[in-house]
């Protein structure tokens, strides 16, 4: 049974900085594609960034490209995102996703086959 658990999450200043983490078991993870969504309330679930199985190719959001990195680490099946210069817009719950197959780093939901239950991320003012 694949499992995503996300952690990290928690409450900053604008201008701080806070890095998740996403443990992943169950898959073939050096093979995986890993990506983070985030979903604010009252708004759809969107992209934030992707990472192809290597690690030598990321993709970004517009909104956060420049501030937040993607990272893993395969010896230890996980997932990274440091967050830096954070805004009071970027609150929001922040999801883990892995695709079963390498698939580069898309931010297509549709490409990504298994979900983390999520971790929230407050930015305050």
């Known amino acids: 049974q694949v499992q995503l658990v996300e952690s990290g999450g928690g409450l900053v200043k604008a201008g701080g900085s806070l890095r998740l983490s996403c443990a992943a078991s169950?898959?073939?993870?050096?093979?995986?594609?890993m990506g983070w969504f985030r979903q604010a309330p009252g708004k759809e679930r969107e992209f934030v960034a992707a990472?192809?199985?290597?690690?030598?190719?990321?993709n970004y959001a517009y909104s956060v490209k420049g501030r937040f990195t993607i990272s893993r680490d395969n010896a230890k099946n996980t997932v990274y995102l440091q967050m830096n210069s954070l805004k009071p817009e970027d609150t929001a719950v922040y999801y883990c996703?892995?695709?079963?197959?390498?698939?580069?780093?898309?931010?297509?939901?549709?490409?990504?086959?298994?979900w983390g239950q999520g971790t929230q991320v407050t930015v305050s003012s």
């Open positions: 996703a892995a695709s079963r197959v390498p698939v580069g780093a898309p931010p297509a939901q549709r490409l990504y086959d298994y």
């Open positions: 169950g898959l073939t993870f050096s093979s995986s594609t």
């Open positions: 990472i192809n199985w290597s690690g030598s190719s990321t």
